[in-house]
């Protein structure tokens, strides 16, 4: 017998699981909240990890960064793995569209060839920091606390990685695979690369998985996208190479939209108490500093002379945001 | 042996006699009667007379089953991690040599579980 | 003998025209059903072969889309655009 | 339009310059610093460009491929919801595996994406923490994907309301808590045969497809679903963990040695925490798929002789615990679902005696062993449930310092005898329930000392919420223990015969299928 079970309306014993509840009352939780909060273990471990003694498995000790309550971060995405990937799903067929429309155009071939040469120095090198950013927020997934602020890095993580391929297949449009080869030699030994090269590896020695989180999605990433994405982009534009604007979207979307993530996670992290303030404040003007002094040498490859003002430009803006999250001093 | 770790790695004793409030853990197990999935586990005072184990602490866990009635305790063998062993029953855990984390067995003569099949 | 290796499939819409191709292109497999899952067993290399799949489905296939309702495995995999071969060492 | 026809690459070739060549060798810091964790565990790598890459999924096309498994499995979950679809089961008993698989299980999936982030960072070579990070990512998709699924059931059902905090407590979910521990505080090469292979590759089978063919037999679409759609991402996760193996054996013969152990301590603690499977095919599912028995001889026997007759040309044979896991096949799981029996009062799922149909099924599943040892103890304790007297044990068990199991095992070859093996160390005593078990605390003493046994931290005064007071006149440790686990009483716990699941479940269906009205217990 096919019985009907839609026509049965039942009272749900519960809304949601205890510790949502917890936190939220017994009401309907949304997919984001049942699938993150309190996902991670915080106490009972069994044993502590043979490559780091000193800590148990998740510690919220390894950041000096505190806070009452690691769920206090959001993400304003409310991005769960379903989510995340079917936002990304959308982005890559806009992305393949771009691709498959520069290709069938001849796009590529129309370039001139200045442009197309610039573009290869400037875009190429930097699949390699991309890859840094992957290994930076696969770091902060690892041993950061809380699901609320380790899931969002490993999407980061994966975007870094997503990135890093996209500039590699735009090395392969505009050129063949020898780019590849030429563009990391330029990244181990070009004085252009070298000090975001130093940047970059000195990141990854970092303990703190929060320093991590502040030298590279706040402040690497808050200069870089700003110069190569935005202000580069403009300036290859002008100069007749709208065709690779085409295939860099993916980047300026995807940049405009994990920022939020960023943004409040620094912004929840200052908040919370005056100490950590003090810790951000020290950790942004470290490494701002750093980070400007590595990019004047890409800003002047890529912009020429108007690198000076537009660097300018991008640090003006990167202030006032940080005065935004409630970083001004 | 001992582990390959990335820095140096004391152990870490969760379970010392220390930390059980005065007590020490013995484990008890009754042959042949496996209906006790298990042998079980009690915190004990050092000085805990043994005769009370069998006397106050035993019936709680085991009565359920129908042999524990039928016990000649008199008769009843007794082995300290698989070794025969005679406890004496005035005396203290450890007078008996039990110390923490000890494990006794015994054997009741003659009762062999649910249908004899050591259940 | 050849030491076997499976491959196990979702029992959907999907896979019907894709087992079928397996099965004519691996006449030494054995076909097992599952609740909503089927077991291919194959004594030797098992091939996936894109042009068979393609044919059964009569549009363009990607050897990848095999995920989608990929259960498990077992063996070695070698995967090209055309065909992805499921074997142990010999 | 099409003018000049590029060359397209070969999916090998696309792949290898996606990915290869992104990272370098760092000189501001030196690769020692950068990558700390590659040495110490003894493993020998000359060269990490000799990973072959199994599968050559870029990113793009992950997001597409996952992104589509995601729209299909989240459309059958909306469906499963708005139908009801809870009560399509064959009967409320069914609903206690979901229980054991969201408080034992998926935690596990969470550890696991952790865990491959962690080794995602660490190894030295691309290809293999690209392999790491989206295994990673993968699996916070199936702790997600069962937690959304399961949260419908949740919303009727008691037991898996607090799944998060039991899984950090309760004594059984020690067993699969203190496994994924013991993975992730390994060295990345160890959680990499632990994980990426042993579990994986060698009994991930017997995990998953017993569960969702149990959850298809049972009526239960919702979780076949995240099931099935889950294990397409353990094949590339499986062949991973075949790769891993590979390599490193080709790497040096030095590291033969080293696998050699971890296969055997991983495939032992596995099949150890699969011990509960194996309880849950015998004993949970209303209508049964097949024997535990059955299951290890199709999954493990042949699929893992295959595997290991394959790896023998690298030096690699087979574990020797499987010797004892023979001898157990035919007494795991009554043994097993009796544990629980015995301690239903502690369990956040229901138990019960299987009844007279039930059992003749058993007998002839295991007829070598069912009527002989366990009949009689089973149809003693129905009796006794029927007289108003159900048994349920009220003393903690002694547990397996390693497995963490409490000591039920027979010995190999008597299963009228518990197998009792101790070691000493640092002047006290440990207790372990096999040789095995012994074999691998020897080995790492320091590390398996530190365990959190639940019936030991109950001694110590450890798992009693803050506000309770062991001082007072009335204090019931076992009740505030319950307490502590946030298990209601009589509501989560005990006898499925007579629980809120049994009289709800029969209460919403007769709605559907009579003119029946009541109100939920």
Redesign the interface.
Known sequence: MQIDLRTVTIKPLRHTFSHVARRLGDKPASRYQEGTLDLQADVNFHYRPLWDPEHEIFDAGRTAVVMADWYAFKDPRQFYYGTYTMARAKQQEAAESAFDFVEDRGLIEMLPPDVRELALQVLLPLRHLEWGGNMNNSAICAYGFGAAVTQPAMFHAMDHLGIAQYLTRIGLELADPAVLDQAKEAWMNDAVWQGLRRYIENTFVLSDWFELFVAQNLVLDGLIYPLVFEAFDKALTRRGGGAISMLTQFMREWRNESVKWVDATIKTAAAESPANLALLQGWVANWRAQAYEAVKPLAELALGQEAGAALDDIATAFDRNLNKLGLSR | MSVHAFKPYPARVMDGQDKFHGNQVLYVGWVDHLMFCAPLAFALAPDFPFGDLIKNVLPGAYSYHPDFAQIDWSAVQWYKSGVPFTPRLEESLVQNGLGHKDLITFVSPGLTGIKGTCS | MA????L?L?ANEDTRLIIEAIMEDNPQAELHE????VKIDSAGPLTIRRVSVEEKIGRDWDL??L???????????D???DEMILA??E | MDTQVKKKPGLKEKYRHMTRGLDWQTSYQSMDKVFPFAEFEGIKIHDWDKWEDPFRLTMDAYWKYQAEKERKLYAIIDAFVQNNGHLKVTDARYINTLKLFLTGVSPLEYMAHRGFAHVGRQFPGVGPRVACQMQSLDELRHVQTQIHTISNYNKYYNGMHDFRHMHDRLWYLSVPKSFFDDAVTAGPFEFMVAIGFSFEYVLTNLLFVPFMSGAAFNGDMSTVTFGFSAQSDEARHMTLGLEVIKFILEQDPANLPIVQKWIDKWTWRGVRVLTLVAMMMDYMLPKRVMSWKEAWEIYFEQNGGALFKDLARYGITMPKCIETINKEKDHLSHQAWAVFYNYGGAAAFHTWMPDAEEMDWLSSKYPDTFDKYYRPRFEYWREQEAKGNRFYNMTLPMLCQTCQIPMFFTVPGDPSKIAYHESHYSGDKYHFCSEHCKEIFDDEPEKYVQAWLPVHQIFQGNCFKPDADPTAADFNPLAEVLRYYNINFGHDNLDFNGSDDQKNFDLWRGMATQNQTGESA
């Open positions: 030491s076997t290796v499976f196990a979702q599952y609740p909503a899952m990848q889309e995920h989608l309702n990929l259960i498990s495995l077992s063996g070695h995999i995967e090209t655009e142990w060492a």
